[in-house]
């Protein structure tokens, strides 16, 4: 395809014509220090930034942005930032999944209602990636993902700290009793001490990766830890190369495809990704216009290697991936196995085949071969049954052997207040063989689908020396979690699904090698108890949580608004 010119870019309605409009736009952006010499006639890239004061995985931003624009200057481009809402996973409630897709939106009408020709994407903190990218995807301008980076290690008296995965194993220890509060805040002054995501394959890492193999990153990208001087050199690179990719017009329509996004699935199973990548990889492909289900990920994990010794399922953090090899090295052994698809285009203009090929592993215990596996296959499962009609997932390797096949009494909470408040209560009927049950903690439910489905282990069982138990909701859980936890039940309990039907004392059997989750309960019971069932209040009367309420679909249908997860980009409007 040929080469725009000047007057072909996007831009040149704004600042290009000779018109009443035109003058305001060169005048305005003289007020701000521009010539023409700046813009005229050149790309303008729009650097959506989410960074803000309350995104400690975006802290880097403010410098990162200026390595961009710089990026950019040097290629003959006019940057211009665009600050977008941040999506702060530490801090947001009630999740940030309920404002996913407002940054999605966000994005896509900044890169419309602006002279965007095309888009840097910097983001990083768990939903941030997928927020951009979806509306990235629906705008269908060129645009690069620059990933912000996993954190480097923590430490804790010699020994190597991972956020979230170890916050999660030492409460429990200091519930159970068995560290001190001492030891408890000499862990939280250490286990955050950088920049950047978490160093987990928590749902941060396994998105950025996720990106990385979908074509929409720089190589190897999304594996450099962001406190490492390459994380600033890959900034400028992303800005050099936007430039180039505006005059070849190279958009997300061409680099996500079906083969691409087959590369993120086999890629987000390679490392033992989170399960929230099912959610948004479903999201994602929906807005491309092709087709991705919960089977898809079934399928491939059963044919799919765990490679990636990364925590909650291995024992490295991301800086040793990234010094092991990185994303290219996992994604290397996928193409010489066949399970990538060489063939799909990257960013760089190059297919990922010849983007890994010079690909090697450094350390074979944080990247196993191939004949080595971390897990051999099943690194997810998808799970259906009379409790799970539209089905759950489960992570199998974070769960314990025992409980792969398990029956046992529920143990029913109606919402996250009322497990919050018994599940240490002395007389809580439960023991270590009970199933614990959330409702009312799906998409429309919490709202916003948060991350409760690891729900704590009661007292009780902690004192026996129990560290897991099953575990059902339809919830979301952290990437960074464990333990033998059903999520994503769907349908969600509060429109209806079988879940909400769910009573203390009933037999839940769960069979992961048979993909099952059933409710022991005759359909005559389930019938009169459906009859009785009333639905809820909804949860918002105005603004955004109504809009989220009545038009978010349901996990396995990627947790989208209907009105934005398919069909073809909107057109521009006419531009006067």
């Avoid at 305005?28 to 220090?33: I, N, P, S």
């Avoid at 909470?413 to 409702?439: G, T």
């Avoid at 729900?455 to 009780?460: A, E, M, S, T, V």
């Avoid at 809009?547 to 978010?552: A, D, G, I, M, Y």
Wanted: aromatic share 6%; with cysteine.
């Amino acid at each position: 395809m040929a080469r725009k010119r000047p007057e072909d870019l996007r831009s040149h309605r704004w600042y290009g014509v000779d018109d009443l409009r035109a003058f305001g736009h060169r005048s305005r952006t003289a007020q701000m220090g521009y010539q023409r010499s700046d813009y005229a006639g050149k790309p303008v890239i729009a650097i959506v930034n989410t960074w803000s004061d309350i995104n400690p995985c975006h802290s880097h931003f403010k410098q990162r942005v200026e390595e961009v624009k710089r990026g950019v200057w040097e290629a003959g481009g006019f940057p211009v930032e665009l600050p977008a809402m941040t999506l702060s996973e530490p801090f947001q409630k009630p999740t940030t999944m309920m404002y996913r897709n407002f940054l999605a939106m966000e994005t896509e009408e900044a890169l419309r209602s602006y002279p965007a020709d095309g888009a840097v994407l910097m983001g990083g903190c768990d939903k941030t990636t997928p927020a951009l990218l979806m509306g990235a995807i629906s705008m269908n301008l060129p645009a690069v993902f620059m990933p912000a980076g996993p954190m480097l290690r923590g430490s804790w008296r010699g020994a190597a700290l991972g956020s979230g995965s170890d916050v999660w194993k030492y409460w429990v220890e200091l519930r159970a009793g068995a560290i001190t509060a001492q030891d408890w805040e000499e862990i939280e002054q250490g286990i955050a001490r950088s920049p950047g995501h978490c160093m987990t394959m928590g749902t941060a890492s396994t998105m950025t990766s996720a990106a990385e193999a979908l074509g929409m990153t720089l190589p190897g990208a999304a594996s450099i830890p962001a406190a490492d001087s390459r994380h600033a050199v890959m900034a400028v690179m992303t800005g050099k190369r936007i430039v180039d990719m505006v005059w070849d017009d190279l958009k997300p329509s061409d680099v996500i495809s079906s083969d691409s996004i087959q590369n993120a699935v086999a890629a987000v199973l390679a490392i033992g990704g989170s399960t929230n990548s099912v959610v948004h990889l479903i999201a994602l492909a929906r807005r491309a216009g092709l087709e991705l289900d919960l089977e898809t990920f079934d399928q491939v994990a059963r044919e799919t290697p765990l490679i990636a010794n990364i925590r909650p399922s291995g024992a490295y953090l991301m800086e040793d991936f990234f010094y092991a090899g990185g994303l290219p090295a996992v994604l290397k052994q996928l193409a010489v196995s066949g399970r990538l698809k060489v063939g799909a285009r990257t960013v760089n203009g190059s297919t990922i085949g010849d983007n890994v090929e010079p690909a090697k592993i450094y350390n074979d215990d944080v990247i196993r071969p191939l004949n080595n596996p971390l897990v051999a296959s099943d690194s997810l499962a998808i799970l259906r049954g009379n409790l799970a009609p539209d089905g759950a997932i489960i992570k199998p390797p974070a769960a314990e052997t025992r409980l792969h096949r398990h029956a046992g009494r529920a143990v029913v909470f109606e919402d996250y207040n009322d497990m919050a408040a018994r599940i240490d209560d002395p007389d809580l009927d439960v023991d270590e063989n009970s199933v614990l049950v959330l409702k009312h903690a799906g998409p429309i439910g919490a709202p916003g689908m948060p991350e409760w489905g690891q729900l704590p282990i009661p007292k009780k069982v902690l004192a026996k020396g129990v560290r897991d138990m099953v575990r059902v909701s339809d919830a979301r859980m952290s990437g960074t979690s464990y333990g033998a936890c059903v999520l994503h039940v769907a349908p969600e309990s509060f429109v209806g699904g079988p879940l909400a039907l769910v009573r203390d004392g009933d037999v839940i059997e769960l069979d992961i090698p048979g993909r099952r989750l059933d409710l022991n309960v005759s359909d005559d019971e389930l019938a009169r108890r459906r009859a009785a069932w009333r639905k809820p209040a909804p949860r918002y009367a105005r603004g955004y949580g109504r809009l989220f309420s009545e038009h978010v679909s349901q996990a396995n249908e990627g947790c989208d608004f209907d009105f934005l997860e398919r069909g073809a980009p909107t057109p521009d409007p006419e531009i006067h």
